[in-house]
C-alpha cells in the first residue's frame, strides 16, 4: 500500500482553475513501484456518496474521466516525483467538494474504475467554488 497526501485545494472563483497534487510514500516494495499503482481522484459532499473523478493506469497511463469532467479536468502523473495531479479549469459550484486519492497496484482505468477497487486513501482536500 502507499500513503497518500494531496495538497492544492483552495478558495477559487468560478471559472478560475486549481491543480491538485497527491504525492505517495511508502510502497512496500520501493518507492519505485509508484508506476505499478493506478491512481485515481474521488470527491464528496457532507451528505452524498463519493464521485469519481479521473483514474490514470499503472504502467501505460490510459486515462478515464467522469463524463461531467471530461474537457475541464485533467490527470497526469510524474512518476519520477511519484506524484499525480489534477488540473481542473472552468470550475462551478457543483464542483466543491472534498477530494480525495487513492491507488491501487497493477490497475487499468482503460474502461472504468471504481472506489472499492482502491486501497490506499489519501486525507482529502477541500476544493471550494464561490464568487
Known amino acids: 500500500q502507499l500513503q497518500l497526501v494531496e495538497s492544492g485545494g483552495g478558495l477559487v472563483k468560478p471559472g478560475g482553475s486549481l491543480r491538485l497534487s497527491c504525492t505517495a510514500s511508502?510502497?512496500?516494495?520501493?518507492?519505485?513501484?509508484?508506476?505499478?499503482?493506478?491512481i485515481a481522484w474521488f470527491r464528496q459532499n457532507p451528505g452524498k456518496g463519493r464521485e469519481a473523478v479521473a483514474c490514470i493506469s499503472s504502467i501505460d497511463g490510459t486515462t478515464n474521466y467522469a463524463d461531467s469532467m471530461k474537457g475541464r479536468f485533467t490527470i497526469s502523473r510524474d512518476n519520477a516525483k511519484n506524484t499525480a495531479y489534477l488540473q481542473m479549469n472552468s470550475l462551478t459550484p457543483e464542483d466543491t467538494a472534498v477530494y480525495s486519492c487513492?491507488?491501487?497496484?497493477?490497475?487499468?482505468?482503460?474502461?472504468?474504475?471504481?472506489?472499492?477497487?482502491?486501497?490506499?486513501w489519501g486525507q482529502g482536500t477541500q476544493v471550494t467554488i464561490s464568487s
Open positions: 487513492a491507488a491501487k497496484e497493477y490497475y487499468s482505468c482503460a474502461y472504468y474504475f471504481v472506489e472499492g477497487d482502491f486501497t490506499s
Open positions: 511508502g510502497s512496500s516494495g520501493g518507492i519505485s513501484d509508484y508506476q505499478y499503482f493506478a
